[in-house]
């Protein structure tokens, strides 16, 4: 796509890096554009991806970040490891309760910060996605003119939970964390540990 909606809250979501942060985790990495913007902050990165497609694609634009094929929910991740994880529209990919897996990787101080998509299914959920819907139209009269890219993503759509039970999922397994509802069928949920 020529908008990339991810790529878009990625200022949003380096502000969410605690101050003094050393290592950090991106889970569903993709091509790793969010790994070495981290990187680049001068953090140790690992980006884990189910798709070795993807984590092939990843490793080949460098930037720092180690790359490899895993699946978190399988992983054996190490305990109060990272300083800061990231998990961007992927967790939709996975149980929500792989949360509780990410949680326990967090170093005292870190934070976890996932951007994550809700479905359209109440009157405020569709109130927020008319502004995106004016911009998708936009988007595919440029799509046109851009090449196919190399590495198709797969979609999940919708994704399986509403905003409503991911706030009260996140409420429940991630005490004390805040989630705020953005543009493009996104959330931000932050937690702190």
Known sequence: MGLNFNDHYHPLLLKQVPPGARSALDVGCGTGRFARLLAERGLDVEG?????????????????????????????????RYDFISCIASLHHMPFDTVLTLRK???????LAVLGLYPVRTATDFLWALP???????????????PTPAVEVPLVWPPPLTYAATRAESARLLPGSSMRRLLFWRYLLVYRA
Do not use: F, M, W
Request: glycine share 10%.
């Open 48 to 80: 884990v991806d189910a798709s070795a497609d993807i984590v092939a694609a990843a490793q080949a634009a460098g930037g720092g970040p180690r790359y490899r094929q895993a699946d978190v929910r399988e992983e054996q991740l190490p305990d109060s």
């Open 132 to 146: 995106t819907l004016s911009l998708l139209r936009a988007n595919r009269l440029l799509d046109k003119r851009r």
């Open 105 to 111: 990787a967090l170093a005292p101080g870190g934070v």
